[in-house]
């Protein structure tokens, strides 16, 4: 960080005394001028633009200038105060203007200048990476670690015990014994994925909605649709940088993965967050959320509706047959000007411990006009090989493509021979199947603990999911059960471990409910769910 | 695509009448204003922006609007059309009109207005979506596949019969049969790798830096400095991704690894090609180029100095020691407001057949101010396994590490425990040797092929590689050996297919030259070599 040195003299004259805080009404940039000396200033500045600055003046001179840079670090990164030699000129784009982080901040200018020419590193870091705020996690791995005994029922990791080591051995060999082909897998693949591979999953998706429908589907997929990606986040992540042009909007479940919010806002979209029921996302809801964004002027900027129709990550709802083809539907419908897509991740499908499969939505769109179908072995058979894929309208074959010919010009393929090889010699649904035993049992540990101890306090309430990895408890309205709360630190004290739900909200849309819990069953035992869940209900009845 | 109807009434009125085409001369935009009717538009609208546009007539209501968007995709996707209901605003925004691409592109607007409401797919792609042109080596395969007998020395696979079976399934046995750890494996991996292979990787590096040096440094660089990913060019991707806004710049050799060329102008950045000679980038043409930016006031935006010290793709040349050390002191004078970064992908630097070890700019900057390394295995030891690495300074360890967090949260770790794997039993460096062998003899084929038919062809010249996978290829001036010229298709007409030189080259800096090649040597027999140069020169002396 450059020390801060005398005023500038000439081109920064005057500032000092017309610093400015913007205020937003009805879509509209208003301008209030006040002196604040000692605040700093967060904004970006190029060298070329020569042109001066007039905050507070005159408001033409602000959009004038089509040299200069957004000023997005003041509006997410307040503890990263960019200092420069010259305060040339600040442009705040209107997708910024008519988002709602913007609407109580106050920008304030100080413009000392820098005589002392030390190098300042945020000025090398770009505005995605200054946006990308990490994954939230990661503060509570450090939680976790720092007390070893603690119960987390926070992981994202799968059960550990019945990784299948012995299958992977011996496809593993049979990739590696096979003479030509085994040298084939050593080498680079192609950008869209083994060719075997993305025929066996796509067969098995149409095999599985086939089963879960007494309806047919004329399925028109073709193997050129289907990409696989080293772990189907980055298929996510490929999809949101091939729709959202910063300020633009993707549509999701209230609460959603935190991941997929998180890679949104890291590429300057943003999430609108839809209420749910026990079925998922309300299509009347969904409904109401584009009227509001259509009367806002922004349906424009709506590119996709993003879904984990199956055991949601983190609300652990179901999308019904009928609801999937009404999201599909509302999709449709709203895509007037341009298409807005509907991402069916389908991470937790395989993990059903009771009820019957239902028909992903590619069922309802068998030549994927509108669907985007994410699915992954991550955790249905093993996240350290980590292979995704997705199936894509034919549209986004070319622009996906080659944005990720850019990452990585194709997944590694040793992992997806491997993962081909348990397909094909049937060790995948057979270990489905094992793993369905192993999360049943602890899923009823958890959710009967849950009863025995909260049942009958008031305000407490979680959705009984019939599979996937997420309970999603919520609490009396007085417990926040955020990080900056006294809840957490309490719970940790008493030995247990969560995800506090105000991760899992998306940027705007439905509000978020501090009151939240993410409670993850895969990695602890049945018994170590039963004594976290009960440390944590005391924990509660405490702060009742 | 939606139909084309009846010519707007209202807003649309009197746009045919008023086609533009922008002519840049001394990076100032000129317009042009003339008919053509017929001619599709190519622009990106948005419905929000209710401001009528000017083109032809008013410079300034062209600059005015803030809410448009970039007009990206005329400039990369001419086939792609986008029609649009509405035609609202085209903006032009200045990095476009600095770069070369533009000055000599012809746009033309067609203006009727769309009534049948059906929605257009390319509003619904971003902006970086849009630039991602996708690497061009996808037509080179095209023509590779369409003549299966064709000796292809454009391939940038390594050689398929040295690719190590044996080892890796040994090591691949051993991770899968240690109990618990075995498990561990299959298991996801932490966001910035495996610990193990991290200490590996990190300790191989600075050892071969001691051993290719006279002089000791003293390492301050940590394991929290080490990334692995999945293939280091995900790293050379997130470094882009975290280091540039759109319009910034990274100074490279001229000509460059073509993939990493792509992605910066992917993610909107410049490159800038640097004057190169039998040493690689020449640090007073590095110098010059500097100067050259400073006096159009875009310091600012220059970010990095990209290089490939070790046996360069495609240039085959390799940095001195002392090349090293200016480059990267040039890199600490020139970073006065912001820090410039150089970046040090030695993606080839086991790939050493002739000569001695060089000390990589790691030596010269032990605790990784200034330098980022890019490694990989991908070369010494299988691209399938696909695992490379970052050494990072501690100012980038936050932001990349959260763009990374948002990819794939952590790099498959299976392929990282059996890299680790072949570390610990000793098994990469004896497969290195024998890599050497099998590549030296090519090598040594490729660069006898060249001399015995092109030695005395006036004009032709080669750069006489001591490593790596490629030569570089320099035809008479008035031999174009581009995709649109006729030359590359009498070359594969004959046989024989190569990579276009004007692919490798950066969008800005030193001008590209037309009349070059990219050879590579990786995949084919020394024979095939031998005969494809043979075939390759019979064409070029024809054309003399
Ligand atoms: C809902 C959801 N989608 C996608 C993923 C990504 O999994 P992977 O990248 O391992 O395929 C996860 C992982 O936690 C998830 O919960
Ligand atoms: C110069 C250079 N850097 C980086 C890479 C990326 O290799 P990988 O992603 O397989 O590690 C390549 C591959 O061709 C290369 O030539």
Redesign the interface.
Known sequence: MPTVAAESGTRGRGYPQTLQRPVISSNKLRQQVWHNKSTPLFFA????C?QEIHIGGNNKSL??C??C?IAYPFLRHLPRVIS??QLDCL?I??SEIASSHFVSFELTLHCRRNNS?T????????????Q????PI?QLMGMALSNPNIISLAA???D??S???TT??LA??KV??AG?T????????S?NGDEQLRTLVLEQAIAMNHAASDQAANYQTTLEQVFIT??S??LL?LIA?????PG?IILCASPSYF?FI??VK??GGRTIGVATDNNGIIPRSLEEALEQIERD?????V?AIYTVPYFDNPGGTTLTAERGQQILDIARRW???????VISDEAYRMLRYEGPDVPSMHHWDPSLEHTIVAGTF?KSY?????VGWGFL?T??I??????K?????G?????Q?IMATILEENLWLPHVEKLRGVYRQRCHAMLGALETHLGDVSGCHWHKTNGGLCVWLTLPEHIDTGMQGTFIKAAVEAGVLYVPGEFCYASGGEPANHSTIRLTFGVQSAERITQGIGLLSEQIKHWQ
Do not use: C, W
């Open positions: 500045s190029t060298r070329h020569r959009n004038d089509t040299n840079r420069s030699t442009k784009p209107n020419m190098t300042s590193t945020d000025h090398s870091i770009s505005r995605r990476a200054k990308a705020a990490g994954q990661s994202g990791f799968v550990n015990d990784l299948p080591v992977t051995n593993t060999q590696l014994a030509e085994s040298k084939a897998a050593l080498q680079y693949g950008n080293p772990g986040n980055q992540y940088d091939t729709l959202l042009d633009d991941v998180g890679a890291n590429i002027g922004n349906l424009s900027k590119k895509s007037r000007d341009h298409k807005i897509y991550s093993s996240p350290g090989i980590r309208p549209d986004l070319g622009p996906l493509g080659d944005q010919s850019n990452i990585d010009f997944a590694p393929l040793l992992a021979r």
